[in-house]
């Protein structure tokens, strides 16, 4: 991979993932809320799916959901071996940047908040597309740019007082029409992204910091400072955060943005946009409404 796309240091995001497996079932609220928008998405969908694809396993909150609801293979993959499910039967040692499926796999492909830290994220989403049957469905989960606002809020003024300068601490998060756009261009047809805002409180900036590092989820950026945080420097950070965020109650609000993305694998039976002035019914008609001409602008001749 080239240079320019190394964005996160991965082998040290499944060394730090490792350590904090056994626990991070006591910290995955993000996980579960993601799990009940897809249980609400495939209800709504109402389509019996055969064969699908959990990018993430996370000790299988994903997978117990689809074999719940009669998907009949659930392939589940992982980066570490510790957060793969023990009671499912297909579950793979794999990398979402190089996925090792063949071609129109599956009709379901599930990302649980996964993607958010590929270095190539368009050709992830190329892949996933790849490994489609066509008319499959595509559901996946990432963190928006309202994403821990506070944090590196504190964080950055922080450092530009007492060092004068700022590293990279908070990983870069996507945007609703990026993401919207990104689908597109990886062959997706009728994508949809979605935002949910989740206020989450805590009893001190550090009890946030430290359920970041349980999630497994600290500062994995590749250009990131390799020198330890100073006391003085977390506990300025600490206190700026404080000030400018607490609650009156004393109690310390993050924000996370949830985005979830649904997107298809082309087909021939998907509806199609229609072409410019082939519409049969007039707008004024749909709205109710008649149908004027705009007024002259005096200033046009």
């Known amino acids: 991979m080239s240079d320019l796309l190394k964005i996160f240091d991965r082998a040290l995001l499944r060394r730090r993932r490792s350590r904090v497996a056994a626990a991070m079932a006591g910290h995955a609220f ?23 694809l959990v990018l993430g396993a996370h000790g299988g ?4 959901l689809l074999a719940g609801r009669g998907v009949h ?68 989960g990432m963190l928006g740019g309202a994403t821990l606002q506070e944090l590196r809020r504190a964080w950055l003024e922080a450092e530009a007082e007492i060092t004068g300068g700022a590293s990279p601490r908070v990983a870069p998060f996507a945007d609703v029409r990026d993401l919207g756009g990104l689908l597109q261009r990886a062959g997706f047809a009728l994508p949809v992204v979605d935002a949910d805002v989740v206020r989450v409180r805590y009893s001190s900036p550090l009890a946030l910091m430290h359920e970041l590092r349980a999630m497994g989820a600290g500062n994995v950026l590749d250009d990131r400072r390799r020198v330890s945080v100073g006391r ?11 000030e400018n965020f607490a609650d009156p109650d004393g109690r310390m609000p ?23 002035g082939t519409a049969k019914t007039r707008l004024a008609d749909a709205l109710g409404t008649t149908e004027g001409r705009l007024p002259r602008d005096p200033l046009k001749r």
């Open 73 to 140: 293979s659930v392939v589940e993959t992982e980066t570490i071996a510790e957060l793969l499910p023990k009671e499912a039967s297909l579950a793979v040692l794999a990398d979402e940047e190089a996925l090792p499926f063949a071609d129109e796999s599956f009709d379901l492909i599930v990302a649980p908040l996964t993607l958010q830290f590929v270095n190539d994220l368009p050709g992830a989403l190329v892949q996933i597309r790849r490994c489609l049957k066509p008319d499959g469905l595509f559901i996946g």
């Open 254 to 276: 993050a924000t996370f943005e949830l985005l979830t993305m649904t997107a298809w694998a082309p087909h021939e039976s998907q509806q199609k946009p229609l072409q410019p």
């Open 61 to 64: 909150a994903i997978g117990r």
């Open 30 to 52: 993000l996980l579960e809320r993601f799990r009940d928008d897809v249980e609400e998405r495939l209800a709504f969908i109402q389509r019996d799916f055969t064969a699908a």
């Open 232 to 242: 003085r420097l977390l506990m300025r950070a600490s206190e700026i955060y404080a």
